[in-house]
């Protein structure tokens, strides 16, 4: 059996950190045009998009053909509410297993199975001297404008977002990385919480409803109106906040081994 994660022919910036994470953890990489339903292959494809609504017909069905194909969700719920519009059984029923890495997301629906998106070591680089107080790496919008301009506002140093050396740079001189949600569920965010695991950065967030499989020593949880107070609070103080991030998600929950699990 070969594990092969399946991108989009669009290229998503927000996912090239699940190819990253795929690829490091020793799995094949291909395309959706790569999908052998008659194959002994599992396919792991991500985010949902028309090109793979085109192809899931070619696909059939399980019990159909010989591959086994995952659908994993890393959308939310709020933003893509595919249990209230009907999508997520007409889709449903082109794959093997729907995935989803928040908790309380996969007990909305019984077809939704939970699983860990774990990260890996060589994600992140050794940390280096402190520049900033604070990154986040988000689009922002909505509520997140108030919170970002407050931490702004206390004289707090923001770490810009970018991607690939700029962002590297970033991480590693960053002292926290904080999340708020861009909508009202408050959602165990899986990438983001991979990649600050990967750098050692302590996380700070809004409570979420589930934020398994993090503890309170592991992730740095408030009610968003002491969100800026507690990121500088972290961002003054010696915490080893990032390193049990990255024990619980590098160590104890690595990428490969919760995707082995989870099939």
Known sequence: MTIVFAKTR????????????ASLAGFQLGTIDDVDPDSDNVYV???????????????RK????????????????????????????????????????DRWM??????????????????GNPRGA???DWTHQSYVHGRRDPVYNRLRNMGLREGPNGW????????????TMVHVQQFDLPLYTPLRFAIAAAYRLPL???????????????????????LP????????????????LYDALCIRHPFRQEVENAL
């Open 10 to 21: 669009h290229e998503y910036g927000s996912y090239r950190d699940l190819w990253t994470l």
């Open 45 to 59: 494809v991500s985010p949902m998009n028309g090109e793979i609504q085109e192809l899931m017909p070619r696909w």
């Open 62 to 101: 399980p019990g159909d053909r010989k591959a086994t194909i995952v659908w994993w969700f890393l959308e939310r719920l709020d933003s893509t509410p595919m249990l209230a519009d009907g999508s997520f059984d007409r889709h449903r029923v082109h794959f093997d297993r729907v995935w989803v890495s």
């Open 106 to 123: 996969a007990a909305q629906h019984p077809d939704l199975q939970y699983m860990t998106l774990g990260s890996h070591p060589e994600f």
């Open 130 to 132: 402190v520049q900033y």
């Open 164 to 175: 690939d050396d700029a962002r590297d740079t970033v991480l590693r001189t960053s002292a």
């Open 204 to 226: 700070v967030c809004e409570k979420l409803h589930d934020s398994h499989p993090l503890d309170d020593a592991s992730l740095i949880q408030v009610p968003l109106a002491q």
């Open 229 to 244: 107070e507690k990121v500088r609070d972290v961002a003054g103080s010696k915490t080893d906040a990032g390193d049990r």
